[in-house]
């Protein structure tokens, strides 16, 4: 007579000598505690959801380095650019949850593109570690546009609905979101051009593929307004940006609820990661916050001055799903 299922298994672990481990709840806790302990024990994967050379490309392998020399293995960054973030976020929910492969995310991403696609994934899917960089998004125009202010932008928009092509970082982010919200609550409808990050959205811009962009304002954006190449029509933070003293925000442009449009970048691992990995990340994330070479390396600007770790992070994409959820029909 053929072996039940679970005799089977009991022959097979005697036969290993592994009948402790087979039966064992209390040494596979023992077994993943020592592992945390011994972690990292081989290289880190360090997915990114953006194209190479672009200011998120560049935060990420600034904090990689100082990962890299406080754990004691090499960080390797992997650009996987697309979906909105979900592609990276697909290869990192499919790996092993110990620490070896983690992902930058946003709020958009691990939100706002579950809410608004099929992917596969949702936040409660991953394990927030810490803040990396907070990025305000700006309303830009190329230099010979003909649009000096955001009055004279939002008038033409709403006197020609849908005719004018803002690039966005993605179809389903914030900024994408924000735009929707532009026509739904204030009637103002332009077209939304999504590309893989900031890198994209300038060449496009540049080249007049787009009428504007509503781009993370990272160091690469002002360096092309502060050259004249862009011109920055309005801000989305809540309050004016005292390295853009001289744009408006776009509450004080006449759209008080479209404050949302920034994005957060923070270190990401698989569902299920172990507490002690994450603890250990989240210090080290801590003081690559502290480190002078990261910090001038991403711009300080960009660099909250109070560090936000994982339970931060985890408030952060909650907040957001409660907004989003609503106005996207989840």
Known sequence: MPLSRTARA??????????????????????????????????????????????????????????????????????????????????????????????????????????????????????????????????????????????EFFTAAQEQPGTLNVGTPGASTPQAIELQRLADEYDVEVTAVPFNGNAEMTTALLGGNVDAVLINASSDVTANIDAGQFRPLAVSSAEPLPWLPDTPTLAESGFPELTLAGSTFGLIGPGELPEEIVTELEDALRTASEDPAVVEQIGADYVPEEFQGAEEFQQLLDRTQEVYEPILGG
């Open 10 to 151: 009991l022959t097979a672990c005697a036969t290993l000598g592994l009948l402790t481990a087979c039966g064992g709840g209390e040494e596979t806790s023992s077994g993943s505690a020592d592992a945390a302990a011994e972690y990292p024990t081989e290289e880190i994967r360090l997915l990114v959801p953006y194209g190479a050379g672009g200011p998120t490309d560049l935060a990420a392998r600034a904090y990689g380095a100082s990962l890299e020399e406080q754990l004691g293995q090499t960080v390797v960054v992997e650009n996987l650019p697309g979906g909105s973030g979900a592609l990276a976020t697909q290869e990192l929910i499919g790996a092993d949850p110990d620490g070896h492969t983690l992902s930058l995310a946003t709020a958009g991403t691990l939100v706002v593109t579950p809410l608004a696609n099929e992917v596969g994934y949702t936040k409660d899917d991953v394990t927030p570690i810490g803040v990396m960089t907070e990025v305000p998004s700006v309303l830009a125009v190329g230099a010979d546009s003909p649009y000096a202010t955001a009055e």
